[in-house]
């Protein structure tokens, strides 16, 4: 699917612990590798090594970061340009283009981290209150994390692995924590039903019994919660998966945060059929 724009986040350790409600502590005494699904040009793999833990990104940008081809997701300044992350989201990688394209990402950052910028003077009721969060002082973060990624993705290129769901190149319960953020749900026009299905169920398999998949936001770009998560759970119920809303306070104003958490005890009951769906 041709794609008339790009769209790389550079999210921060920080952020991540604030979307799925986790801590460095906690982080820290996760027992095993932590897969970040999409990574995008986010500093998390960098700062958790830090920390003493291995995190493995996973993007298709990272096969070859051309614009009109590869982006990885998150809120963005138009209608137009959320589509066009998403769907270059997507779209499976070009594995003969290996690593070489995760310097080229980091120029795509810069202009999806313009890209935020513009949106949150645009739309500042999609995000929390500059009075609790001022926007100079996240952005700065993104610019931080940028550079961290720069860096670690040179030194560190076997962790970055290009990819896209739902087909990872994992074998099953190869994480003991998965995250995956601003994808399945933002884009609904783009992730039908039965896609989202599919690329949950992936996300499930890599991850290891006992382990947690966790997947924010619940809604789309505009806000709009997914009408079938019902569903979704249900049929993941079916395939021995199981899953729970995850609510926690979202600081600066009086709304929650809802993360999709999923889990399995069993990786041989998990793959679709075609008539899964309906």
């Known amino acids: 699917m041709s794609t008339p724009g790009t769209l790389i ?59 009109g081809r590869t982006a990885s997701a998150c809120h963005t300044a138009s209608a137009a340009s959320a589509a066009s992350a998403a769907s270059a989201c997507h779209t499976a990688p070009d594995a003969s283009a290996g690593p070489a ?11 999806g981290r313009d890209a935020m910028a513009a949106s949150m003077a645009a739309t500042p009721h999609l995000y929390p209150s500059p009075r ?17 990624f720069v860096a670690d993705s040179a030194a560190h290129p076997e962790r970055y692995v290009a ?4 087909r990872l190149p994992f074998a099953d319960g190869s994480f003991a924590l998965t995250l995956s953020s601003y994808l399945l749900f933002a884009y609904p026009e783009l992730f039908p039903p039965a896609e989202q ?19 924010y936001p619940l809604h789309d770009g ?40 999923l889990g399995a005890a069993d990786h041989r009951r998990r793959r679709l059929s075609s008539t899964e769906w309906a």
């Open 9 to 67: 986040t550079s999210r921060p350790l920080d952020e991540y612990c604030h979307l799925f409600g986790l801590t460095r502590s906690a982080l820290s005494a996760v027992p095993g590798p932590v897969l970040d699904c999409p990574g995008g040009a986010s500093g998390l793999a960098a700062e958790a090594r830090a920390l003493g833990v291995r995190v493995v990104a996973t993007d298709p940008a990272y096969a070859a970061a051309l614009p």
């Open 197 to 215: 299905l599919a690329a949950l169920t992936e996300l499930v398999r890599v991850t290891a019994p006992g382990g947690e998949a966790l997947i």
């Open 163 to 166: 990819a896209a769901l739902p």
């Open 222 to 261: 505009s806000g709009r919660r997914c009408p079938h998560l019902d569903e979704l759970r249900a049929a993941l119920g079916r395939r021995q998966v199981s899953s729970e809303i995850r609510r926690m306070p979202r600081p600066g104003d009086a709304r929650t945060r809802q993360v999709l958490v």
């Open 132 to 148: 609790h969060r001022p926007y100079d002082k996240y952005l700065r973060s993104w610019d931080r994390a940028r550079r961290l």
């Open 101 to 111: 394209g995760l310097p080229a990402l980091a120029v795509l950052a810069r202009q």
